[in-house]
C-alpha cells in the first residue's frame, strides 16, 4: 500500500487502519465509477470451533471409556424421544377431550418458513402487548408510536400439501449458459479454505464496474474469494441477515438494466428475478429502468423491496416465478361530475351527452407530495400457492428517481429518499405514504434509520445531514461539516444506547465525521414553539399546513389545494445545528458509503477502494453477535 491512511481518534480510543480492498484485474472508468459507484454489503458470521484432530487417545479411550459414554448419550436420547412421544400423546388426547382436533403445520396450508414467521411476530406483539400500557386513543401522546400487531404481505393461504423451502430453482453459475453472466473467478482453494473457517468471519460484497466482488476482513492475500461478471453494471446489493448460514448466504443484486439476481456465492447458485417484461408501451416497465436500491425485508426469509429510477419500488418474493404485470398509470382522485342541469333547460341531444360524460371516469393529477400510487398484483396476493407470481405489489413513490430507502426496526415503515428532494416515510403494512419531508436545498443521497426507530438520517447535496423525529413529525437538528454533497450517513450500533447515538458520514470532500448527539438535548427545538404537540406517526394528518408560508427550497404544494403530508424545510433559526466530533480527511476517489460492523469501520471509493479500520479494543468488548449486515 502506497499511502497509509492515518488513524482517527474518537472518544472511545483510536481506530486504527487495518487493510484495504481494490477489484482484482478489474477497470473501472470515471465515466462508468461516476454512474455506477460502488455500494458495500456485509455480514458477520460465527462459525463452530474444529474439534482438534489427530490428538492422541487418553487412558479412558483406551480402556473402552469412549464406547461407554456413546452408549450413554444413544441411551439419554431415546429417553428424550420417549418423553417427547408421551408428552404429545397426553397433548392430543386433552385436545380430543375439548373436542378440538390437532392439526399440522404442513395440514394448516403453512410451511416451516411461514410458521416460525408468525411465530416470531406473535412473540413480538405479546411481548408488545405486556410492556405497553393502554392509551387513550383521543388523546395525543408524544414518543415512539405504538404499532398495530400485523404482517407485512402476510402468507398467502396454501394446498394441504407441504411444500418445498423453495419452490423457485437455482441454477449453477459455473456452468450457465445465460449471456448475463460472462464469467466467475473463485480463490484457488476456495472450498477447503471455507470448511477451515472458525471464530468469527465478516464477509463484504461491494460492486466495481460490472463485476461484483466478494472478499473477507483479514483475509490473507489480495485476491478476492469470489468475483463474477456480468454483462451489465450492478448497481445495489444486500444480503439477508435472517438466512446466513456458515454454508449459505442470499444475495439480491440490481442491475443498471432492471434485472436481478438472487445468489448464493458459497454453493455458486443463482436464479433470475424480474426476468418476465411487464408491458413495454408503460412507463412503468421495470424490466428495462435501472434498480438503484435493492433491500432484503428485515425478518422475512423471501421478501425483497426494489427502488427504480422512475420513481418506483417494487416487492418481490424470491420463491416466486415472474409473471406478466401491467402497473397502473398513478392518477389522484376520481373527480366528481357536475350536477345535472334541470330538465326544462336540456335538449335530448345534450342530456345525452351529459350522460356519457358522468359515466366515464376521471382522475385528478397525481400528487406525489401527499399519496403514492399502489398497484397490487392479482396473482400476488392469496390464491392457489402455484398461481402466485412476481411481483408481489408496485408502488409508484415519486416522479423523480428513488436513490436509497430503509426500513424501520420493526419493519414497520420504510423511508425513501428520492431525486425529487423529499424524504417519505411510508407505511408499508398498509402501504400508504404517511409523511413528506423537503430538503433544504437539492435532492437526498442516503438516508439511515436509528437502531431504536426514534430518529432518520439524510444527507444530501445541500451538504447537510438532517436528523428528523418521525414520531413527532419534524426535523430536530442540521449536522454541518461537509464541504461537498453528503454521500452516505449510518448509525452506528455499539454506540446507541438510547440517550445517545454515534453516526458517522462520509462526502465527496472526502472527509469521514462522526457524530454524537444526545437525543434529550435535541428534543428541546431552539426557538420555534410551533414545533411542538407534534402529531404521532400514525396519524394521517400532517402538521405542514401550519407552516405553509414557510420558505422552502423544492416541491411546494399546489396553491389551494390542501396537502396533510407534505412538511417544507423550516428555517436555519428553528433548528438546532451539531458539529462533528471527529474529522478525517482521506486521500484518492471520492468515498461513496461508510459502513459499520462489530469489529471495524468500512469506506468505499467510486472505482471500488475498500478500506478497514479497526474498532479500539475496548469498544469490542462484551458483544455477541452471530450475524450482522447491511
Not at 390437532?102 to 418458513?113: K, W
Not at 443484486?253 to 448464493?264: H, K, Q, R, V, Y
Not at 447537510?464 to 449536522?479: G, K, Y
Not at 480527511?585 to 459502513?595: A, N
Amino acid at each position: 500500500m502506497a499511502d497509509v491512511p492515518t488513524p482517527f481518534v474518537a472518544p472511545e480510543g483510536s481506530y486504527s487502519f487495518l487493510e484495504e480492498h481494490k477489484p482484482h484485474l478489474v477497470t473501472v472508468s470515471a465515466v462508468n465509477a461516476a454512474l455506477y459507484p460502488t455500494r458495500i454489503s456485509s455480514i458477520t458470521i460465527r462459525f463452530q470451533t474444529k474439534a482438534a484432530s489427530g490428538v492422541a487417545p487418553g487412558l479412558t479411550a483406551l480402556l473402552g471409556g469412549v464406547k461407554d459414554a456413546r452408549a450413554k448419550e444413544k441411551e439419554k436420547e431415546r429417553e428424550r424421544e420417549r418423553e417427547k412421544e408421551a408428552a404429545g400423546l397426553a397433548s392430543g388426547k386433552e385436545k380430543e377431550r375439548d373436542g378440538r382436533e390437532s392439526v399440522s403445520s404442513s395440514e394448516n396450508g403453512l410451511d416451516d418458513r411461514e410458521l416460525g414467521d408468525l411465530t416470531t411476530l406473535a412473540t413480538a406483539t405479546q411481548e408488545t402487548a405486556v410492556n405497553t400500557p393502554a392509551v387513550d386513543s383521543s388523546v395525543n401522546i408524544p414518543g415512539p408510536p405504538h404499532f398495530a400487531p400485523t404482517t407485512l404481505f402476510p402468507p398467502p393461504v396454501t394446498s394441504n400439501r407441504r411444500r418445498s423451502q423453495t419452490s423457485r430453482k437455482m441454477q449453477s453459475i459455473r456452468t450457465t449458459s445465460s449471456s448475463f453472466v460472462t464469467r466467475l473467478q473463485t480463490m484457488e482453494g476456495l472450498s477447503k479454505a471455507l470448511g477451515n473457517q472458525s471464530g468469527e468471519a465478516t464477509y463484504l460484497f461491494y460492486n466495481a464496474s460490472k463485476s461484483f466482488i466478494w472478499t473477507q476482513i483479514g483475509q490473507k492475500g489480495k485476491e478476492p474469494l469470489a468475483k463474477v461478471t456480468f454483462s451489465a453494471f450492478p448497481t445495489c446489493h444486500d444480503v439477508n441477515k435472517v438466512t446466513a448460514t456458515a454454508d449459505h448466504l442470499d444475495v439480491v443484486i440490481g442491475f443498471s438494466t432492471g434485472d436481478i439476481i438472487w445468489f448464493d456465492p458459497i454453493t455458486s447458485r443463482y436464479a433470475r428475478v424480474n426476468k418476465q417484461p411487464t408491458n413495454s408501451g408503460t412507463t412503468a416497465n421495470v424490466s428495462y429502468i435501472a434498480c438503484t436500491s435493492i433491500r432484503w425485508v428485515p425478518s422475512s426469509v423471501n421478501l425483497f423491496v426494489a427502488g427504480y429510477a422512475d420513481g418506483t419500488m417494487v416487492v418481490f418474493d424470491r420463491d416466486r416465478e415472474d409473471g406478466h404485470f401491467a402497473p397502473k398509470e398513478p392518477h389522484g382522485p376520481e373527480i366528481q361530475p357536475s350536477p345535472t342541469p334541470s330538465p326544462g333547460l336540456t335538449t335530448k341531444f345534450a342530456t345525452a351527452a351529459l350522460s356519457a360524460a358522468q359515466s366515464a371516469v376521471i382522475y385528478s393529477e397525481w400528487d406525489p407530495l401527499s399519496t403514492m400510487f399502489v398497484t397490487p398484483n392479482s396473482l400476488g396476493h392469496g390464491g392457489n400457492e402455484k398461481a402466485l407470481k412476481n411481483p408481489v405489489s408496485h408502488w409508484k413513490v415519486s416522479k423523480k428517481k428513488i436513490v436509497d430507502f430503509v426500513f424501520s426496526p420493526d419493519v414497520r415503515y420504510v423511508a425513501v429518499v428520492s431525486e425529487d428532494g423529499c424524504l417519505r416515510v411510508i407505511d408499508a403494512l398498509h402501504e400508504r405514504l404517511i409523511d413528506t419531508y423537503s430538503s433544504y436545498f437539492g435532492y437526498l443521497t442516503t438516508v439511515a434509520w436509528s437502531p431504536d426507530g426514534r430518529f432518520i438520517l439524510t444527507g444530501g447535496q445541500d451538504d447537510l445531514i438532517t436528523i428528523f423525529s418521525p414520531s413527532e413529525q419534524r426535523v430536530i437538528a442540521r449536522c454541518q461539516g461537509h464541504s461537498s454533497f453528503v454521500s452516505s450517513v449510518a448509525f452506528d450500533p455499539l454506540h446507541c444506547d438510547g440517550r445517545t447515538y454515534r453516526f458517522g458520514s462520509v462526502g465527496e470532500d472526502n472527509k469521514l465525521l462522526l457524530w454524537d448527539f444526545s437525543a434529550g438535548a435535541l428534543h428541546r427545538p431552539k426557538l420555534n414553539s410551533a414545533f411542538l404537540n407534534r402529531a404521532s406517526i400514525s396519524s394521517t394528518i400532517s402538521l405542514g399546513l401550519r407552516r405553509r408560508n414557510e420558505p422552502s427550497t423544492l416541491n411546494l404544494p399546489i396553491d389551494g389545494v390542501p396537502n396533510m403530508t407534505y412538511h417544507p424545510a423550516p428555517s436555519r433559526q428553528d433548528v438546532s445545528v451539531l458539529q462533528p466530533i471527529q474529522a478525517t480527511s482521506i486521500d484518492g476517489d471520492i468515498l461513496t458509503r461508510i459502513e459499520f460492523t462489530s469489529t471495524a469501520v468500512l469506506t468505499s471509493t467510486r472505482a471500488g477502494l475498500l478500506r478497514v479500520w479497526s474498532r479500539p479494543s475496548t469498544a469490542r468488548q462484551g458483544r455477541d453477535v452471530t450475524v450482522t449486515g447491511q
